[in-house]
């Protein structure tokens, strides 16, 4: 495996050129591909766990973009700084970068979360299932209150970690968020 390590700068070319497995198969539609690993990436502060998403020739049409588009990891991690910004938990991002054809956004994993499609919830208290509704419900509120609209949320897209006074909750996949 490549080493990003490039006094403390990451290179496009460098990250792009990983050869590594597929942690999701790549998509292939809007005439290009999407696609995510997952890798441990060597910082001068020492090792972090990330998800390296790389897309080429994979857009959206926008308002501003409304003919050529703009890269789909482009409108997320514009999403995920907007949510950011609004205090509303979601990916922590590392690293973004595009050109011409191709994009690059890589994230940290969340560690000890998993998404709500992954916790069944008969394995949970009674206490601790209303815990979760409740955080969640607190989350999507507060998205909604900052006018913002998920616009494909699935059950996948909502991460949980259990925290010693209930769940903590991020939100994932914004590449179709909107303001309302």
């Known amino acids: ?25 790549p998509n292939h539609r809007r005439g290009g591909w999407s696609g995510v690993v997952k890798y441990v990436l060597e910082t001068t502060h020492g090792a972090i766990d990330v998800f390296i998403k790389r897309q080429e020739n994979h857009r959206t049409k926008t308002w501003c973009h409304p003919l050529k588009g703009i890269h789909t990891f482009q409108k997320e991690y514009n999403n995920i700084l907007k949510l950011t910004a609004k205090h509303i938990p979601t990916l922590e991002p590392v690293y973004f970068s595009c050109d011409q054809s ?7 994993e969340l560690r000890d979360y998993q998404s709500l499609e992954n916790i069944s919830p008969s394995t949970l208290s009674n206490v601790s299932r209303k815990q979760l509704l409740k955080a969640v419900a607190h989350v999507l509120v507060n998205m909604h209150q900052a006018h913002f609209q998920h616009n494909s949320l699935y059950p996948k897209h909502i991460f949980a970690k259990p925290v010693s006074n209930g769940w903590k909750i991020k939100i994932i996949d914004l590449e179709k968020m909107k303001r309302t």
């Open 102 to 108: 191709r994009a690059i956004l890589v994230t940290k």
């Open 1 to 25: 495996m490549a080493d990003i390590k490039h006094k403390n700068k990451y290179d496009f070319d460098t990250i792009w050129q990983l050869d590594t497995d597929w942690f999701e198969p």
